[in-house]
């Protein structure tokens, strides 16, 4: 089991939805990402949030959206998303201090129709 | 510029076999963290094993150990007594600072098949 945790772990949407993934830890790690992996390929960062303040935007459409509520959790709200979006996003978390790996979730599998 | 390259193509290993995943890097960086990971089919990134660049002695976790060799800017990753539950992607990935920087760069990834 991992201790980063992700729901739902599987969403299929249409273009004109809007849906939220969601992201919590409880391991106290004060950085949390968002990323997007494609079949085969590694994962590609999306956003970085530090102590609940988004530090690094990867040039992510607006139609990805983060929140970070507090520091256990955080969302990625979705709007009028495109097929090229269907996608596993992964959750990760962190210490801070570059020493220290990120710790992943098991992911979402996004389809849109 | 690539900062991580893993060049092998897919590769089948016998049971029991050791297997080595081979992964270079580039950086002018002098702090820096490299981070192996495992991914099977389900999805989940796990990772494995850690090497500072500051580390004088190879990291070894379990059936992992990784063959840090800093002049060449590789960090090999070793599995040993290869198990069915090994089949995965492996990325191999780097941290560059270690502090102020949160971005891993991550190679393109080592597919694995362990045959019974």
């Known amino acids: ?113 | 510029a690539q900062k991580i390259t893993q060049t092998q193509p897919g590769m089948f290993v016998q049971e029991k076999e050791a297997v080595t995943l081979d992964c270079t890097y580039d950086t002018s960086d002098p702090s820096y963290g490299l981070f192996w990971y495992k991914q099977p089919s389900s999805g989940e990134m796990i990772f494995l094993i850690y090497q500072g660049s500051y580390d004088q002695q190879n990291a070894t976790e379990g059936r992992y150990s990784l063959n840090f060799q800093k002049a060449r800017k590789s960090a090999n990753l070793v599995i040993s007594a290869s198990q069915l539950g090994d089949s995965a992607m492996y990325f191999c990935a780097m941290r560059e600072g270690f502090y102020g920087n949160n971005r891993l760069a991550f190679g393109k990834g080592n597919q694995v098949v362990v045959i019974p």
């Open chain 1, 1 to 113: 089991d991992t201790e980063v945790t992700q729901t739902p772990k599987h969403l299929v949407m249409g273009m004109t939805n809007k849906k939220s993934l969601k992201c919590e830890q409880h391991m106290g790690h004060r950085a949390m990402y968002w990323y997007k992996q494609k079949a085969k390929k590694p994962p590609e960062l999306m956003f970085v949030y530090s102590y609940e303040k988004l530090s690094i935007n990867e040039s992510v459409p607006s139609r990805f959206s983060p929140e970070c509520p507090n520091s256990s959790l955080l969302n990625l709200h979705l709007h009028a998303l495109q097929p090229e979006d269907s996608a596993l996003y992964l959750c990760a978390s962190s210490q801070t201090a570059g020493t220290k790996p990120q710790h992943f979730g098991d992911g979402t599998r996004l389809s849109i129709l």
